[in-house]
């Protein structure tokens, strides 16, 4: 009998035999997305540096992924990517993260770089909860929700993300969710290609701290729910506001172009250098 | 000269310019930073410098991702700084401690000022000096150096810069405003005659299932980014593979220590003082721009025929405690000069009290450096 070895098996260190990831975690999908994209893209994994902070979604690529990766401290993996790649231009640099990190804690170097527009990509895993700590509320956890520290409700008003990253002024914004794993793939593979900030929100499950307690079920009852709610972008903008409420719009959000910072810097650095002359 | 890296000559210049061109002849590619008075210049300089030489400064939105930024450049295999203030220190221990975690070589300027909280800015106060020691969580030891002039603004940073370089740790200047704001001549030497480390580098071509590249206390070559190494860098406990190990405590025994082994295994390397006692019976014991009253004081005591000598710190940390004992074996008294209340003191203290009479001399207003005239009085009662 032939030994049945995923495709995407040799992306992974080799020492790796197991995930930290609990059942119906929405991390695997988003993993096999990107590893598909680079893969699709006829790139390996030796193009890129892997960056990432604390949170179930910094496991994505640590020490999954077998490639240079900075498993960073909480909210500040895209800080550190900067400087990875102010150093090595030519490499492709890639942030995975959760909400808690990227939104909360890290969301001053979020909103920066996407004005800086300095290319990366930043793949947000949101499942609207602190899941490794123990289902405490995130800034993107809905009104009213109970979790372990708003045992009556949550009280505040939830971010959504991807408009805060289109507002900072990223050039490349996309949303799906777990259920959309082949335009998720699609859109991961134009954010690589990008010459900008790329940032793509992901909604996704997290079925032990946020599925059992809030009651929003199981990982395959929240990945119907999902289904259900999503609404392509084309679809929603025929949608009122109200019309709207409840459902996550999909799709490829901004897709524009914007000078890029490590270009602006190559400008000014011939000019500095034309001056010296 | 405009566009070199090593601007040989004499100067007038700022101790925080000289700052910068010290960075700079020590090979600084990339600097970030976030502005803060009295440190600010040094950001500037390096702003103007260092894109003239294919490095770049990068102002960021705060201390935290500046030395994130800086850290994350370190492993491309660049050599990199950045300049704060207490303030500012205060916001980057977290990402210090990562430093020291993943062996990441760094230089962290603090040109220190008056606090607790924003303080006096402009006020020349030593106001951190432990706070690299002791500042970010967790069991650790730190480099760092204390300039007393705009001349070893330069050189220390040079030294800061090999430093982080050879141990793969981050090395601090604990500068002030006083010396960082003071402007006298500074001699740069010519490129050829300024020592420069760089760092081991694993070889290209190693198999990354064999890259050793954490918790040797001799320094593990550096698995930099981007050279097919595969490296796994994590903050978290991890083995000399750079592999996460959560569960067992011995991984995390052997990670403490061969962190804080690397500095203390080679302490005769790095420890630095400037002694200047011998046959005295009193003994000043200083640092920094302090140490410039406490060396006039003493050549005013000797003109009086007191035997008064000078010990000056010029590493804080690793804390030089052998040269502080071997210092209070020969000196009857001990006096402990910081325009502070007393940080350094207690740590001098337990090291030279068994052997000598140690006592405190704060300035009569912290902040002012102790007046050579007051430190003269002071050496006359404890000599009664």
Same mark, same amino acid.
């Not at chain 1, 540096?49 to 994505?60: D, E, H, L, Q």
């Not at chain 2, 804080?260 to 000043?284: M, N, P, T």
């Given at each position: 009998m032939s030994e049945i070895v995923h495709p995407l098996h040799r992306f992974i260190r080799p020492y790796v035999t197991s995930t930290t990831n609990c059942p119906g975690c929405g991390n695997g999908i988003a993993a096999q997305a990107i590893l598909r994209a680079v893969d699709e893209l006829g790139m390996t994994l030796d193009d890129f540096i892997f960056v990432t902070g604390i949170g179930c979604s910094a496991w994505i690529p640590s020490p999954f992924f077998d490639v240079d990766v900075l498993h960073t401290t909480h909210g500040r993996p895209i800080a550190f990517a900067l400087g990875i790649k102010m150093g090595l231009p030519e490499k492709k640099v890639m942030v995975t993260s959760g909400d808690g990190d990227l939104a909360a804690i890290g969301g001053n170097h979020l909103i920066h770089n996407a004005r800086r527009n300095i290319e990366m990509v930043v793949i947000c895993l949101n499942n609207g909860i602190y899941g490794m700590t123990g289902g405490q509320a995130a800034p993107t956890t809905p009104m009213g929700l109970k979790t372990a520290t708003t045992p009556y409700g949550t009280f505040e008003n939830p971010f959504d993300i991807s408009e805060l990253v289109i507002a900072a002024g990223a050039t490349f914004v996309?949303?799906?969710?777990?259920?959309h794993a082949r335009q998720l793939t699609a859109s991961i593979k134009k954010a690589i290609q990008k010459k900008g900030f790329s940032f793509i929100e992901v909604i996704t499950q997290c079925p032990v701290q946020y599925g059992k307690k809030t009651g929003s079920g199981s990982a395959v009852q929240m990945m119907k729910e999902? &289904?259900? &709610?999503?609404?392509?972008?084309?679809?929603?903008?025929? +949608?009122?506001?109200?019309?709207?409420? *409840?459902?996550?719009? #999909? *799709?490829? +959000?901004v897709d524009k172009e914007a000078p890029e910072m490590l270009e602006e810097i190559n400008r000014m650095k011939k000019k500095v250098a034309g001056e010296k002359a | 000269m405009k566009g070199t890296r090593v601007q040989t000559g004499k100067y007038f210049m700022m101790g925080n310019t000289a700052c910068a061109e010290g960075a700079l002849a020590a090979?600084?590619?990339?600097?970030? *930073?976030?502005?803060?008075?009295?440190?600010?210049?040094?950001a500037n300089r390096l702003a103007e410098r260092l894109p003239q030489v294919g490095g770049m400064f990068l102002q960021m939105e705060d201390e935290i991702s500046s030395i994130a930024a800086i850290i994350g450049a370190s492993w491309t295999g660049k050599k990199v700084m950045t300049a704060t203030s207490g303030p500012g220190i205060s916001l980057m221990l977290e990402n210090l401690g990562f430093a020291i975690g993943?062996?990441?070589p760094c230089v962290i300027v603090n040109v220190q000022r008056g606090g607790p909280t924003t303080g006096m800015p402009t006020a020349g106060v030593p106001a951190d000096m432990v706070q690299p020691k002791r500042g970010s969580h967790g069991d650790y030891e730190i480099i760092a150096l204390c300039p007393a002039s705009p001349q070893e603004m330069f050189e220390h940073t040079v030294l800061a810069f090999n430093f982080a370089e050879k141990y793969r740790v981050p090395v601090f200047i604990l500068s002030d405003a006083f010396v960082g704001h003071m402007r006298e001549e500074v001699v740069i030497p010519e490129a050829g005659r300024i020592e420069i480390v760089n760092r081991k580098v694993t070889e290209i071509g190693t198999d990354p299932q064999k890259v050793?590249?954490?918790?040797?206390e001799d320094v593990a070559p550096m698995p930099i980014f981007g050279r097919g190494f595969r490296s796994h860098v994590t903050s978290s406990c991890h083995d000399e593979y750079g592999k996460r190990n959560l569960s067992d405590l011995t991984a995390l025994d052997n990670f403490i220590r061969k962190l804080s082994d690397k500095i203390l295994k080679h302490k005769e390397d790095i420890v630095r003082v400037e002694r200047d006692y011998e046959g005295a019976e009193v003994v000043l014991v200083s640092?920094?721009? #302090?140490?410039r009253a406490a060396k006039m004081a003493a050549i005013r005591a000797r003109e009086q025929g007191l035997p008064v000598g000078t010990l000056r710190l010029i590493t804080p940390w690793p804390f030089p405690s052998e040269e502080i004992e071997e210092m209070a074996r020969k000196a009857k008294k #001990?006096?402990? +000069?910081?325009?502070? +209340?007393?940080?350094m003191y207690p740590f001098i203290k337990a090291e030279a009290a068994c052997h000598a009479d140690v006592s405190f001399l704060p300035p009569r207003v912290i902040g002012e450096i102790q007046?050579?005239?007051a430190i003269l009085n002071r050496i006359r009662e404890v000599m009664k």
């Amino acid at each position: 009998m032939s030994e049945i070895v995923h495709p995407l098996h040799r992306f992974i260190r080799p020492y790796v035999t197991s995930t930290t990831n609990c059942p119906g975690c929405g991390n695997g999908i988003a993993a096999q997305a990107i590893l598909r994209a680079v893969d699709e893209l006829g790139m390996t994994l030796d193009d890129f540096i892997f960056v990432t902070g604390i949170g179930c979604s910094a496991w994505i690529p640590s020490p999954f992924f077998d490639v240079d990766v900075l498993h960073t401290t909480h909210g500040r993996p895209i800080a550190f990517a900067l400087g990875i790649k102010m150093g090595l231009p030519e490499k492709k640099v890639m942030v995975t993260s959760g909400d808690g990190d990227l939104a909360a804690i890290g969301g001053n170097h979020l909103i920066h770089n996407a004005r800086r527009n300095i290319e990366m990509v930043v793949i947000c895993l949101n499942n609207g909860i602190y899941g490794m700590t123990g289902g405490q509320a995130a800034p993107t956890t809905p009104m009213g929700l109970k979790t372990a520290t708003t045992p009556y409700g949550t009280f505040e008003n939830p971010f959504d993300i991807s408009e805060l990253v289109i507002a900072a002024g990223a050039t490349f914004v996309a949303r799906w969710t777990t259920h959309h794993a082949r335009q998720l793939t699609a859109s991961i593979k134009k954010a690589i290609q990008k010459k900008g900030f790329s940032f793509i929100e992901v909604i996704t499950q997290c079925p032990v701290q946020y599925g059992k307690k809030t009651g929003s079920g199981s990982a395959v009852q929240m990945m119907k729910e999902y &289904k259900e &709610k999503s609404i392509l972008l084309k679809e929603a903008a025929k +949608l009122s506001k109200d019309e709207l409420h *409840g459902r996550i719009v #999909v *799709g490829e +959000l901004v897709d524009k172009e914007a000078p890029e910072m490590l270009e602006e810097i190559n400008r000014m650095k011939k000019k500095v250098a034309g001056e010296k002359a | 000269m405009k566009g070199t890296r090593v601007q040989t000559g004499k100067y007038f210049m700022m101790g925080n310019t000289a700052c910068a061109e010290g960075a700079l002849a020590a090979g600084c590619d990339f600097a970030a *930073g976030y502005p803060i008075t009295p440190a600010t210049e040094i950001a500037n300089r390096l702003a103007e410098r260092l894109p003239q030489v294919g490095g770049m400064f990068l102002q960021m939105e705060d201390e935290i991702s500046s030395i994130a930024a800086i850290i994350g450049a370190s492993w491309t295999g660049k050599k990199v700084m950045t300049a704060t203030s207490g303030p500012g220190i205060s916001l980057m221990l977290e990402n210090l401690g990562f430093a020291i975690g993943v062996e990441t070589p760094c230089v962290i300027v603090n040109v220190q000022r008056g606090g607790p909280t924003t303080g006096m800015p402009t006020a020349g106060v030593p106001a951190d000096m432990v706070q690299p020691k002791r500042g970010s969580h967790g069991d650790y030891e730190i480099i760092a150096l204390c300039p007393a002039s705009p001349q070893e603004m330069f050189e220390h940073t040079v030294l800061a810069f090999n430093f982080a370089e050879k141990y793969r740790v981050p090395v601090f200047i604990l500068s002030d405003a006083f010396v960082g704001h003071m402007r006298e001549e500074v001699v740069i030497p010519e490129a050829g005659r300024i020592e420069i480390v760089n760092r081991k580098v694993t070889e290209i071509g190693t198999d990354p299932q064999k890259v050793k590249g954490f918790l040797d206390e001799d320094v593990a070559p550096m698995p930099i980014f981007g050279r097919g190494f595969r490296s796994h860098v994590t903050s978290s406990c991890h083995d000399e593979y750079g592999k996460r190990n959560l569960s067992d405590l011995t991984a995390l025994d052997n990670f403490i220590r061969k962190l804080s082994d690397k500095i203390l295994k080679h302490k005769e390397d790095i420890v630095r003082v400037e002694r200047d006692y011998e046959g005295a019976e009193v003994v000043l014991v200083s640092y920094g721009a #302090v140490s410039r009253a406490a060396k006039m004081a003493a050549i005013r005591a000797r003109e009086q025929g007191l035997p008064v000598g000078t010990l000056r710190l010029i590493t804080p940390w690793p804390f030089p405690s052998e040269e502080i004992e071997e210092m209070a074996r020969k000196a009857k008294k #001990v006096i402990v +000069l910081e325009n502070n +209340l007393g940080q350094m003191y207690p740590f001098i203290k337990a090291e030279a009290a068994c052997h000598a009479d140690v006592s405190f001399l704060p300035p009569r207003v912290i902040g002012e450096i102790q007046d050579p005239e007051a430190i003269l009085n002071r050496i006359r009662e404890v000599m009664k």
